[in-house]
């Protein structure tokens, strides 16, 4: 259950420990200052000083109802694969060559195109979630999380222009998420395409190639003619297999944020990828520091969905606010215990803010001593 240690609470009250200890002895409350209160005596501790305890804090983590998953709960769930590499590296070219060649319904009139994750069905029966990143220079923050939620990372190389700058800053997102890298080296059709360079230029980066004797797995692809494109998957499934990738889809939903954005007609809408759980219509969430209701869920194809389990992407009406690509969405029973958890946030984020002011003020008045 909750608790505090006594030292902690007189430090919040603004109390020496050593008195508090001495009122609760003359009041028969035999205590020392290294002990532990439970949260009723906290409170009956609290109030001797006129203080109330706010739980808020405390409750937020009981509300969340963390699941501790069982083995015989975890479910084979399909990887979650995200692709990186400089800008115009060919990216977004080689996601709509994957998706038009093994998209089994095969209807990309439908495609939602802001939506930046794709749930592929391959021919032989398997299943691959994309993740699509930007890769603009000023899109950081997108590639770090995007490394985060993901299991593999392709990281796509322009044949006719070699590892640059954006190619790195992903190598080093997706070691610092210690995910593993598979190299697409794309544009291998161009009169200008020198593989040997990128395969240096890689190596000098700590991604040895297998034909150099290295254990990184590099395709050659074009995105342009789909050459190589069905070898890329083939590796794809080998290195995902061998991770035995499982989540509990019996459970409420736990996510993360993809992307998320205003909606004229709509209002807030974003992109949610379920990590564990299952994510059903009209469940109550907390994501960052807004509440909400899933009105209504849309799969990677714009089509209405009732629920979404591991692994899978979906576009979530109901929000209260727009999220921050990166939140936690996290599902909760009631619409009550989600308002708490967000005003909890907010107020803590308006805190952090106000503190983060005062000591900026508090600096400028040092600048000028
Ligand atoms: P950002 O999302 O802006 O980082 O770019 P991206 O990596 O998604 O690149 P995108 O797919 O938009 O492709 C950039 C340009 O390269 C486009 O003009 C594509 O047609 C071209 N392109 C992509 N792949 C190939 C390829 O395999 N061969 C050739 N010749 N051109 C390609
Ligand atoms: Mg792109």
Redesign the pocket.
């Known amino acids: 259950g909750e608790s505090i240690a006594l030292g902690e609470l007189a430090k919040r009250m603004g109390i020496k420990a050593t008195e508090v200890v001495a009122k609760l002895l003359r009041a028969g409350m035999m205590v020392t200052v290294n002990q532990t209160l439970d949260i009723e005596d906290a409170i009956l501790v609290a109030a001797e000083f006129g203080f109330e305890i706010d739980r808020v804090g405390f409750e937020e983590e009981d509300l969340l109802e963390r699941v501790v998953d069982q083995p015989d709960d975890l479910r084979p769930r399909p990887p979650v694969v995200t ?1 990186m ?12 060559r994957i998706r038009k060649s093994n998209v089994v319904d095969g209807e990309a009139g439908g495609i939602t195109q802001h939506v930046g994750a794709y749930d592929v069905r391959l021919p032989e029966g398997g299943r691959v979630v994309f993740v ?5 220079e000023a899109f950081t923050q997108m590639r770090a999380r995007g490394a985060q939620v993901t299991d593999v990372v392709v990281l ?1 190389v ?1 044949a006719d222009d070699g590892v640059m700058q ?1 190619t790195i800053e992903a190598i080093n997102h997706s070691k610092a998420a210690g995910v593993p890298i598979v190299v697409a080296v ?5 009169p200008g395409a020198d593989i040997e360079r990128v395969r240096r230029e890689l190596a000098d980066r700590g991604l040895v190639s297998e034909e150099w004797g290295g254990d990184t797995i590099f395709a050659y ?5 789909g050459e190589g494109v069905d070898n890329l998957l083939e590796l794809l499934g080998l290195q995902t297999e061998i991770l035995e990738l499982k989540a509990n889809p019996g459970k409420s939903a736990l996510g993360r944020i993809i992307e998320a954005r205003l909606d004229k007609g709509r209002g807030a809408v974003a992109t949610v990828l379920v990590q564990e759980g299952t994510l059903k219509n009209g469940d109550n969430f907390v994501c960052g520091v807004h509440a909400g209701k899933v009105r209504a869920m849309f799969d990677d194809l714009g089509r209405r969905v009732d629920e979404a389990g591991p692994s899978i992407p979906v576009e979530v009406q109901g929000f209260t606010g727009v999220p921050e690509a990166g939140d936690e969405f996290a599902v909760v029973e009631s619409d009550k215990s989600a308002k708490r958890i967000a005003e909890h946030r907010q107020m803590k984020k308006r805190e952090s803010e106000l503190a983060s002011i005062r000591k900026l003020s508090l600096e400028n008045i040092l600048d000028q001593l």
């Open positions: 692709i590499g400089h800008v115009d590296h060919g990216k977004t070219s080689l996601l709509d699509d990143t930007p890769g603009h796509v322009a954006q794309n544009k291998i059709d161009k692809v074009s995105a342009k003619t």
